[in-house]
């Protein structure tokens, strides 16, 4: 998997000792949407695979990534939420496990650089903006991963990635990837052209055959239409973006959820006004109506569930056929 590309379009991504063949990055997604089986099968087409370590026991944590280990030999993250309780024992777990990467979001974390430094594992930090970009930079950060107003779960913004993605490239000299709303290669391919080394997609992957999350999950992203894409308001404190179903309707209500549930303390600071852990486990499970079912904008131009393999097919495939588009007005 660690060779050099043999498309003769779309470039290698080169962070410190990752050059992978592909510059896509499968988004980490908790909890338990971004697995081992779906990291391990991204990068096995030479993309870029990430686990998601929020939600999980440090032991979970371990086991899967030794169970990624154990499918293939590509290069695989951990993204862990700065804002989860198990920040530290999660990250340096991950560490200990000699993990490829390590994404910290949702909060800024100045001792995960240094973590990152003693057990020699570069950190990508998550940013909304040139100013954070430019702080993690200085703080150690190997690459930025942008995030704009289209993508999945907790937001930084309510800005577009295009309209961000330029301000950061300009304000630091390491790698940018974009990432919220790339969903075919002609975004890959404009992501590139403005800049960024690569894109993180995370909404195309659950619509895949190796993502873990229960068909039903991944079946209202096929069901749903434009305008069931929710902001609501999470516990961590930050907008949150998900698919229409009886929870959001509840929380746009502004009703107090968390009455009937047990509180497990996982996030640093919780408004507490429902269980994030529980409702993200519930639509994982497949309660998608009283589950939280995080997803991207741009869900509803996911045509059909498909092998990763496939996926990442298509999009190269759709990347070299929009090099040929010289102006993006066209596209
Ligand atoms: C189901 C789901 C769960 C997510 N969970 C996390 C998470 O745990 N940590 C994180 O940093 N980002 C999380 N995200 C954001 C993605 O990693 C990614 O950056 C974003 O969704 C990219 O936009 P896209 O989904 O339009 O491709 C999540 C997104 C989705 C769809």
């Known amino acids: 998997m660690r060779e050099e590309s043999d498309s003769k379009l779309m470039p290698q991504l080169n962070i410190g000792h990752i050059h992978a063949k592909f510059p896509i990055i499968q988004g980490g997604m908790a909890v338990r949407v971004a697995t081992a089986k779906l990291a391990a099968a991204v990068a096995n087409e030479g993309a870029i695979g990430i686990i998601a370590g929020t939600g999980l026991s440090v032991q979970a944590l371990q086991e ?6 154990g499918l293939t030999s590509g290069y695989i993250g951990v993204n862990v939420l700065f804002a989860a309780t198990q920040f530290a024992q999660l990250v340096k777990a991950a560490m200990i496990e000699k993990i490829d990467f390590i994404v910290s979001g949702a909060g800024f974390s100045r001792d995960v650089f240094a973590w990152g430094r003693e057990f020699n594992v570069p950190v990508f930090s998550m940013a909304s903006s040139a100013r954070v970009g430019k702080l993690s930079e ?3 950060a190997a690459a930025i991963i942008v995030e704009g107003k289209e993508a999945g779960g907790h937001l930084g913004t309510d800005r577009s990635i295009f309209d961000i993605l330029p301000e950061v490239v300009s304000a630091v ?10 969903m075919d290669g002609c975004d ?3 992501a590139l052209e403005c800049g960024a080394s690569g894109v993180q997609m995370a909404t195309r992957f659950v619509a895949s055959e190796e993502c ?4 039903k999950f991944k079946e209202l992203y096929l069901s749903s239409s434009p305008e069931d894409s929710v902001l609501i308001d999470s516990p961590v404190g930050l907008p949150g973006r998900a698919i229409r179903n009886r929870l959001t309707e509840r929380l746009l209500e502004h009703k107090n959820l968390l009455s009937t549930q047990e509180c497990q303390g996982c996030l640093k600071h919780c408004t507490h006004s429902f269980c994030i852990l529980d409702a993200l486990e519930k639509a994982v499970d497949g309660d998608i109506e009283n589950g ?7 869900f509803h131009r996911i045509k059909e569930i498909l092998p990763v ?23």
């Open 188 to 190: 890959i391919a404009r």
């Open 212 to 215: 873990e999350a229960s068909d």
């Open 138 to 140: 200085k703080m150690g």
């Open 309 to 331: 393999k496939k996926i990442i097919a298509q999009l190269i495939h759709e990347y070299e056929q929009c090099q040929k588009k010289v102006n993006w007005g066209q596209v």
């Open 64 to 69: 899967e990534i030794r169970k990624a280990r």
């Open 292 to 298: 939280l079912v995080f997803s991207g904008e741009f």
């Open 173 to 182: 000299n390491i790698p940018v990837i974009a990432a919220g709303g790339i």
